[in-house]
């Protein structure tokens, strides 16, 4: 065999064992990945492998795409298609992470099937595409105790958030329904009803009792509420604390607090340095208006990292919004009213925020990470803050003499008291990490003893000391807001035409974001945020915009010349109205047929363009794809060709050496 047939039986060879190779690994359990995304996209989190860890029971998670439907849908759905794949293949990495106890369906709904009953039974989500096709794309999780779990939507705006929401799917499936959720607050946020002396007080008075706010009522949809009373000294039988304008609380609330959180519950505070809805007391008469407004736990929060700022409200230029003082008052911009929910105000790798768009504050606080109060071991890791809600890069502080100012409102003289400042002022953040108590040798509570009847001498004070846990035993998160208004009937809710109640903005969702990601598995507090699963080609994206701008030129000048002409063809017929004559007369005829026949033409150059500017994109993704598809060939011929070359050289050389030695 010489050897230009050994070379070809050579390439033969390793064509069929490449080709060999791949079908068998095409085939194989995929029992070795290796995910070689940039930002590792098919890697699962710690939170989500601990939370697969737990599966003591199997679950069924169901995968519904309109697949039939999606190709030949618009370009808008087909886009889909892409998105599908990468759940698809992230849920398959749940399978294969959940030791057998999850089980993957993927369920094409084709019109008038079980599956479509299936799926709108389940409340996914559907889109008419025609008369009798619908769209379908979100996810359901069952288990085999009849709970059902699900996504009604996979929206492609939350693609990053893919893993964080089909771990919480699958976890709330695991876990009871309803968090129990507390609610302690200086306010009446949940009306007079929470009371019974005031409830019993106004009934004898015949007074109305006030009802709760309207957030509370949204958090009783989802939670199992109660109330906590302000003087308590324990917080038990709790998930989760929603600490809401806190004022002067005695010792040992701080302390329940504090031991409610190191024995594992999560926090939400709401503070404020003037609270706009608290009302005076007016038991107090003149002097209730010039009572502080403020509530404040840096007692216990510098523990934790963080603090509000004493005496200082937020203010931002930028973000300022627009009042009325009166009916006859022009607009004018308060600068304690601010609408942060731009962009770069809101954290965008955050679940909680990501999504706000409309979120109004009004006279919020400043927040500043600080180093914990006391001691912390060096073998502890830090705690993590992440700012979740803030001012532009021009945001500052100001400060108000008396709270008279903001009693009666005067924009332009509280605008002189601010100053653009060059770096943003946080008004949210999230704490996490492990937690240290601010009491860890516990209490000491005096009461005085109960009197006996048959004693004569005053009782003697009894004092009880309350032991505390010094330490969290694992990671725990608290919330902490710099302003409580932004959740009030005034800036969250509007009353409706027909009296019933709507959300503005998302204020209301700012909050309910917040406990909802705190009632999960505390494996999905700080879930990370995925990178896009769309990778698109730059310097391609580039060359189509410039085709598009090229393009967008000639159509704009050829709907111009349309445009003009159908002007002409309509002054032309209002022309011909009022006119009584039986027949045109010849020379509008002509007019008339020669602008119908330019329009005909420029219409038909437009089409010529479109399908043009079609034609530009489709042969640059075929180029693209053959250089793709010969970009392997190509390098295996060139490194056949450099070993060829350099064994030939080797080769030779090796011949010129035996020649040297035979001559010597």
Request: hydrophobic share 40%.
């Amino acid at each position: 065999m010489n050897r230009s047939m050994r070379a070809i039986a050579a390439i033969l060879l390793i064509g069929v064992i490449v080709f060999s190779v791949s079908s068998i690994l095409r085939n194989l359990p995929q029992v070795f990945r290796i995910d070689v995304t940039d930002e590792q996209l098919y890697s699962l989190s710690d939170g989500t492998k601990t939370v697969l860890g737990k599966l003591h029971q199997p679950l069924t998670l169901k995968l519904y795409f309109s697949r039939s439907v999606a190709m030949n849908a618009p370009d808008q759905i087909q886009f889909f298609t892409k998105y599908y794949t990468f759940v698809k293949t992230l849920a398959e990495e749940y399978v294969r992470r959940s030791k057998g106890m999850l089980r993957l369906e993927t369920i094409d709904p084709l019109p008038f099937s079980d599956d479509e009953e299936d799926a709108l039974r389940y409340g996914l989500k559907r889109f008419p595409i025609s008369e009798e096709e619908n769209f379908f794309f979100g996810a359901v999780v069952t288990t085999g105790f009849g709970v059902v779990k699900q996504i009604p939507f996979f929206t492609p705006d939350r693609d990053n958030f893919v893993e964080y929401d089909l771990t919480r799917l699958i976890d709330s499936a695991i876990t009871r329904d309803k968090t129990r959720l507390g609610i302690l607050s200086s306010l009446p946020v949940m009306g007079d009803a929470a009371s019974p002396y005031m409830a019993q007080m106004k009934m004898m008075q015949g007074q109305p009792l006030a009802p709760s706010w309207k957030i509370v009522q949204q958090l009783q949809q989802r939670y199992e509420l109660s109330a906590v009373p302000t003087d308590t000294e324990a917080i038990e039988d709790l998930d989760l604390l929603l600490v809401a304008h806190p004022k002067d609380l005695a010792e040992p609330t701080l302390f329940a607090i504090d031991q409610f959180v190191m024995k594992g519950g999560r926090a939400v505070f709401l503070l404020d340095p003037y609270s706009f809805v608290e009302q005076p007391d007016p038991q107090q008469g003149q002097q209730a208006q010039f009572a502080p407004k403020n509530s404040d736990l840096s007692q216990l929060l510098r523990k934790w990292g963080v603090e509000m700022e004493e005496g200082k409200l937020a203010g931002d230029r930028l973000l300022a919004q627009k009042i009325r003082t009166s009916a006859q008052a022009p607009l004018e911009p308060l600068i304690g009213y601010l609408n942060v929910g731009c962009r770069d105000c809101v954290n965008r790798e955050n679940v909680i925020t990501s999504e706000l768009q409309e979120l109004t504050m009004l006279f919020p606080g400043s927040l500043k990470q600080v180093e914990p109060d006391g001691e912390s071991s060096e073998d502890e890791p830090p705690l993590t803050f992440t700012p979740l809600v803030q001012t532009t890069q021009r945001g500052n502080t100001w400060e108000i003499e008396s709270p008279i100012e903001l009693l009666y409102l005067d924009p332009k003289a509280l605008m002189q008291k601010f100053t653009e400042g060059d770096s943003a002022v946080i008004l949210g953040a999230l704490v996490t990490g492990r937690f240290q108590s601010n009491f860890p040798e516990g209490i000491d509570i005096t009461e005085d003893a109960p009197v006996e009847a048959n004693q004569d001498d005053q009782a003697q004070p009894v004092t009880r000391h309350l032991d505390a846990v010094a330490a969290a035993e694992k990671d725990g998160a608290i919330a902490v807001f710099s302003d409580v208004d932004f959740i009030s009937d005034m800036l969250a809710y509007q009353n409706t035409f027909f009296g019933l109640s709507a959300t503005v903005g998302h204020n209301s969702d700012l909050l309910l974001n917040t406990l909802d990601d705190f009632s999960g598995s505390g494996d999905l507090i700080g879930l990370r945020t995925r990178g896009s699963f769309q990778r698109p080609f730059i310097v391609v994206e580039q060359i189509k915009q410039e085709a598009e701008a090229r393009m967008a030129r000639e159509e704009n000048a050829i709907q111009a010349e349309i445009d003009t002409f159908n002007e002409e063809l309509q002054a032309l017929a209002t022309q011909q109205e009022g006119r009584e004559q039986k027949v045109l007369e010849s020379s509008i005829l002509d007019k008339r047929q020669d602008l119908e026949l330019k329009i005909h033409q420029a219409e038909r150059r437009l089409r010529q363009v479109h399908m043009k500017k079609r034609a530009r994109i489709d042969a640059l993704g075929k180029t693209l794809q053959q250089i793709n598809s010969l970009a392997a060939p190509l390098i295996i011929l060139g490194i056949g060709i450099v070993v060829g070359v350099r064994r030939r050289i080797l080769r030779q050389r090796h011949l010129r050496t035996l020649r040297t030695q035979e001559h010597a």
